[in-house]
């Protein structure tokens, strides 16, 4: 019998016993004898039987307070995307007694938590993306006071949340050095681009660059980490990208394929193997644009997740 049509009536009539016996055990109220509760707890083995949380949430007029933690939208257009799907799906789940706040933070190590504990209180439950140093320390807060937490987007070691919405980052990246491996470049040197973000201050670039040194290394493809701020330092930038010697490129950061895209325009740069991340409208139109004005075609990629481009 599918779980979906599991009722205490399903249990109550496979284990020979009351709807209302049923209902004591599954809720741990009122007195069962020990066989009468055997039974009902094999019987709801047998079915698979999970409690609709909304339903009891509807009956017994709870409110759970759920926030949601993300970085600034302003910071990248990735984060706004992520701000209008849960804004979008608010007004949705108010009508089960789920009250949704969502927070932003910076990425900036001086824009901590103390503006964020104003606005907090005390949760029910979190969602959170584990972002820089803020989203560090809001998991340590999370764990003190016993909050069941959710990650989205990645990750973070050492902590195991109620459950994780996102991608694969090891594997993605592992694709994108499958992707440049079999792309027919004669030139073996590839750069793996932090643009604007550093391994150091975020995991989860950590997480592809293993992914992608998991497989380049096993097929002789030599490739080196460089960060780079374009704004602060936009001739570094131009000079990686001029250098003749690389003939391939993983851009690791979300914001940084139209940046650099752009860029390899404006230096007529026509046979760099490049590998992006993040379906974000400034990506692909930087991207198209590279490809289709330039007399040769360049050779870039999507991995078709939220990935690689």
């Not at 809720?27 to 009891?56: C, F, T, W």
């Not at 949704?100 to 993306?129: S, W």
């Not at 681009?193 to 660059?209: C, F, G, N, R, T």
Request: hydrophobic share 40%; glycine share 8%; with cysteine.
């Amino acid at each position: 019998m599918g779980r979906s049509v599991n009722r205490l009536v399903d249990i109550a009539r496979l284990s020979g016993v009351s709807i209302g016996t049923v209902d004591r055990v599954i809720h741990e109220r009122g007195r069962v004898s020990p066989e009468a509760k055997k039974k009902v707890e094999e019987a709801i083995q047998e079915l698979d039987y999970q409690p609709n949380i909304m339903a009891r949430s509807l009956r017994m007029r709870e409110i759970a307070d759920v926030q949601i933690f993300l970085p600034e939208a302003t910071s990248d257009e990735f984060w706004q995307l992520s701000r209008n799907g849960i804004e979008s799906e608010i007004g949705n789940w108010s009508h089960y007694g789920i009250n949704i706040q969502t927070l932003e933070f910076g990425l900036k190590e001086d824009l901590g938590l103390e503006g964020l504990h104003q606005k907090m209180g005390m949760p029910t439950g979190m969602v959170l993306a584990p972002v820089g140093k803020v989203a560090s320390a809001l998991l340590e807060w999370s764990s003190v006071n016993a909050i069941p937490t959710t990650l989205f987007n990645s990750t973070f070691p050492g902590f195991t949340p109620l459950s994780f919405n996102g991608q694969d980052l090891f594997q993605s990246g592992r694709l994108a050095a499958d992707l440049i491996c079999n792309s027919g470049s004669a030139k073996k040197r590839c750069v793996i681009l932090h643009l604007d973000e550093p391994v150091s201050a975020a995991i989860y670039l950590q997480e592809k660059v293993d992914g992608f040194a998991s497989l380049a290394l096993k097929k002789g493809l030599n490739f080196e980490s460089i960060f780079i701020r374009a704004e602060s330092d936009p001739e570094k930038l131009s000079q990686l990208l001029s250098d003749s010697s690389i003939g391939s490129l993983y851009i690791s950061t979300s914001n940084g394929t139209s940046v650099v895209a752009e860029l390899l325009q404006d230096l007529g740069r026509k046979d760099l193997v490049t590998v992006g991340y993040d379906m974000l409208e400034a990506n692909v139109k930087g991207l198209k644009k590279w490809i289709y004005e330039l007399p040769h075609q360049p050779k870039s990629w999507s991995d078709g997740s939220h990935g690689a481009e």
